[in-house]
């Protein structure tokens, strides 16, 4: 019961010509079992996790006909545990996992690596979707809400090895700090930068830093801000990484060209999710 293969797909983002895609989770291979909707992957015990977005039967980007990110053996209860599957993070607060405003804590990607925390060894992370260097840059691997994520894996990992099958595994047999969880944007920098410019890459991480710290406050008013607001934000916060980079820099670091518009919040998911 407890094991299990967890699959990440990823599709284009909301936005036609998008640099951005889209990333979720499943337990079936989709290029083999394809469902409908999130009804019938259930009926069929098997899981979807949403990851902020809408159901989506199979992937496919630029590049990547199948939208397949990988996959990896995982334990079924710890993902379930970590994030609600077969429910709409819109709708389902335990969908969330700890990204519980979206745009603000963190974006898809981020929730689908919540989810696969779960698989076994070095962790599966949805680093070869698009646009996935500007939002781990921004948001980090596993989003904003540090304190509320390592509180969620402590218990997640009590309930997991308490499951029938979950027996020890990496994440039961203790809490991981903070610090020893992958950080996909600094491995990639210093893969980019590290030999040939160490300066450039001290520069960006300490830039980096400042910029985590900024948008971990909080955002003052009841209502978090609209999509709008939260990609321009976004926006000038890489083209300030642009501007210490050059162009030629940050797209190897980034993956598109500096000055090229990259929308990372979906407008319809920004504002309003029902409780």
């Known amino acids: ?64 006909p199948t939208g397949a990110l990988g996959s990896q053996a995982g334990n079924l209860a710890l993902a379930r545990c970590l994030v609600q599957s077969n429910a709409d993070s819109r709708s389902a607060p335990a969908a969330r996992g700890t990204i519980y405003v979206y745009g603000v804590d963190g974006v898809c990607h981020q929730l689908a690596n919540q989810v696969l925390y779960a698989t076994s060894g ?31 894996i402590a218990g997640c990992a009590t309930t997991a090895a308490a ?13 991981l700090k903070m610090a020893d969880l992958i950080d996909d944007f600094e491995e990639h920098a210093r893969a980019v930068l590290g030999r040939d410019d160490p300066e450039l890459l001290s520069r960006l991480l300490a830039l980096r830093a400042e910029v985590n710290s900024y948008l971990a406050q909080k955002i003052p008013g009841v209502e978090p801000p609209d999509a709008e607001t939260l990609n321009a934000r976004n926006q000038h916060l890489l083209t300030e990484a642009a501007r210490l980079l050059g162009a030629e820099r940050f797209e190897q670091v980034f993956g598109f060209p500096a000055g090229e518009a990259i929308n990372l919040v979906d407008p319809s998911l920004a504002r309003g999710a029902p409780e």
Do not use: E
């Open 1 to 64: 019961m407890a094991g299990i293969t967890l699959f990440a797909w990823a599709t284009p983002a909301f936005i036609s010509g998008s640099p951005v895609d889209h990333t979720w989770v499943t337990t079936y291979d989709n290029r083999q079992h394809s469902y409908a909707n999130a009804a019938a992957v259930a009926a069929a015990g098997k899981d979807y996790w949403f990851c902020w977005g809408s159901y989506h039967a199979a992937g496919g980007t630029p590049g990547n």
């Open 122 to 152: 070095r962790k599966l992370t949805v680093n070869r979707a698009r646009g996935y260097f500007a939002s781990s840059f921004l948001y980090g691997t596993y989003g904003l809400q540090h304190a509320a994520w390592a509180s969620k």
């Open 163 to 175: 499951a029938p099958g979950g027996g020890p595994s990496g994440a039961s047999r203790g809490v």
